[in-house]
């Protein structure tokens, strides 16, 4: 049987993290928890669980807190958990099997992670492969009977394990926030970071969210090598910051360059939004109901569905009918 670190990083949790605790205190062979400023109960909580609890100074990056805390692991594999995530009954039983039989040469276990839609900051599906389960410490093979080489891709096993998912409270301000800083430091944005903070904004983002995030996406269309879909993607956060701030000429200047290429349902909806902003509830019409007909969404699955439909039903509403 395999032996498990249970690794976190915590901040103001009190009101979950005895759920998620209690769901993996007799898997775990140690409990590791780094607290970046809790000003509740949270670290008298996970006190109840571990000795092991550290103080870490917040500096904005997720991935230092993540290694911060996994350096103090001692156990062949890592689970990293978030306070707001838990393991049910039937799901505990899977990991408690997994753990038995694992097989040493297993390096990575994703689990899939369950959030309700109406939860979700980011993304457009309910279910995802994860990886949860890591091992501390890796092994390096020797592969290939000619021409030798080390084996370089980790071995993954994709398991039927479901995590759920339930916080709380939305934690979209405080990773909106984080983008914008890493654009005030001068820090480029890989591909998949650009495209997460483009599908967070579409998501849970405010009006001064957009605003915030127009500097960077304006960068985007200046930078040499990015792809087609990040330019598509800035497109999509452009043209809503300048319908936001009524600059007709900015909102169409974008609107125009995403027709260029396929056009999306994002730009559907959002020359939809403008229309009927004006009053022009046959025109508003046209473009919604092309966001449910024609293009595909690329941030935001709900604007070739739920969004376009209830913009469609407001029009019918002022007219009566839709042409």
Request: hydrophobic share 35%; glycine share 4%; charged share 30%.
């Amino acid at each position: 049987m395999v032996t498990i670190s249970l690794c976190m990083i915590v901040k103001n949790e009190e009101a979950v993290l005895r759920r998620c605790l209690d769901s993996l205190t007799d898997i775990a062979d140690e409990i590791i928890i780094a607290d970046t400023g809790s000003t509740d109960n949270t670290k008298n909580i996970a006190l109840e669980y571990t000795c092991n609890v550290y103080d870490y100074k917040w500096t904005g990056d997720f991935a230092a807190a993540r290694n911060f805390v996994a350096s103090k692991a001692t156990k062949e594999y890592i689970y990293t958990a978030d306070a707001d995530e838990y393991l049910d009954e039937e799901n505990r039983e899977k990991v408690k099997r997994l753990k038995s039989i694992l097989l040493p040469e297993i390096e990575i276990v994703q689990m899939l992670y369950c959030t309700p839609p109406e939860l979700s900051t980011v993304y457009n599906y309910e279910k995802e492969y994860r990886p949860k389960l890591y091992k501390r410490l890796r092994e390096f093979t020797w592969i290939d009977p000619i021409h030798e080489t080390l084996r370089i891709d980790p071995v993954v096993y994709d398991s039927e394990i479901e995590v759920q998912h339930r916080p709380v409270s939305n934690h979209a301000g405080r990773d909106l926030d984080a983008f914008a800083s890493m654009f005030k430091e001068g820090r480029k944005l890989s591909k998949k970071l650009h495209h997460m903070y483009a599908m967070e904004l579409f998501r849970s983002g405010t009006d001064k969210d957009f605003c915030n995030a127009a500097g960077t996406f304006m960068l985007t269309m200046e930078q040499d090598g990015r792809s087609m879909d990040e330019v598509k993607e800035a497109m999509c956060v452009l043209a809503r910051y300048y319908r936001i701030k009524n600059d007709i000429a900015g909102f169409f200047g974008y609107a125009l360059k995403d027709s260029i290429t396929e056009p999306c349902a994002e730009i559907c909806c959002e020359l939809g939004m403008y229309y009927e902003s004006t009053g022009d509830y046959k025109e508003a019409s046209i473009w919604y109901q092309n966001a449910l007909s024609e293009p595909e969404s690329i941030l935001d699955i709900r604007t070739s569905g739920e969004i376009p439909e209830n913009g469609l039903e407001r029009c019918i509403r002022q007219t009566g009918h839709v042409n």
